[in-house]
């Protein structure tokens, strides 16, 4: 089992949608849970970051982490399309090191 | 803007031939990252630094190497670059975390992408 699992896509969602992203991971030591956004030839961006479990929200997208269930999500709302891009999710355990999910890619059609 | 540079952004290289890519960072963050991703995968680290302290990945090749001068500049030397090496390369930074050695968050630069022909 990977310990970071990440549907790949493609995920293909009108404009104005909600949207919805996700991670299974298998480390209940994972402390730090993050989302990144990566347009196409680009490096990633941080979106959000969350301490341990619960929600957090800016803007238009909220992070949610469920560390019983060992699920994270992402959530965009009112979709726009310049929200298409590869999002990323990624973990920590406090230390140097990430650990990155594939990637999902999200188109979102006007 | 306080940011992470790549240079350069595209990198044309021969078979065998060295090639340096370069990182800079205005965050004055202690820690320094270099990744390799290829074409929808994660991100793969290859080495990093702490300071001066330079912790390299187990599977990272011996081909690849790294240098940091100062705080500011991170190097990535790719002694003998083969057709695999071909991939976009991530620099990224991140700062411990108050009151503990532990890093935060990583912040990336906008990559450099090495074609190797």
């Known amino acids: 089992q990977k310990e970071v699992e990440q549907d790949p896509g493609p995920l293909s969602v009108p404009e104005g949608a909600i949207v919805s992203l996700n991670c299974t991971y298998s480390?209940?030591?994972?402390?730090?849970f993050m989302w990144y956004r990566q347009y196409s030839r680009k490096g990633p961006e941080l979106l959000m970051y969350t301490y341990s479990s619960g929600n957090k929200e800016d803007g238009r997208f909220t992070a949610q982490v469920d560390k019983s269930s060992k699920y994270i999500s992402l959530f965009i709302r009112d979709s726009q399309p310049s929200d298409s891009a590869t999002y990323l999710c990624a973990m920590s355990f406090g230390g140097d090191k990430i650990i990155f999910g594939k990637g999902t890619r999200l188109h979102i059609l006007p | 803007d306080a940011m992470v540079i790549q240079n350069p952004r595209y990198q044309v290289t021969q078979f065998g031939k060295p090639v340096t890519l370069s990182c800079s960072q205005t965050?004055?963050?202690?820690?320094m990252y270099w990744y390799q991703q290829k074409s929808s995968q994660a991100p793969k680290l290859l080495f990093h630094?702490?300071?001066?302290?330079?912790?390299n990945e187990a599977d990272t090749p011996d081909n690849f190497q790294s240098r940091r001068p100062n705080t500011s500049f991170c190097f990535l030397d790719i002694r003998s670059p083969g057709l695999g090496d071909a991939a976009m390369y991530l620099c990224?930074?991140?700062?411990?975390?108050?009151?503990?050695?532990?890093?935060?968050?990583?912040?990336f630069g906008p990559g450099t992408r090495l074609l190797v022909l």
């Open positions: 965050l004055n963050h202690n820690v």
């Open positions: 480390n209940s030591a994972f402390q730090y």
């Open positions: 630094y702490y300071d001066k302290d330079f912790n």
């Open positions: 990224a930074t991140s700062r411990p975390l108050a009151g503990g050695p532990v890093a935060e968050t990583q912040y």
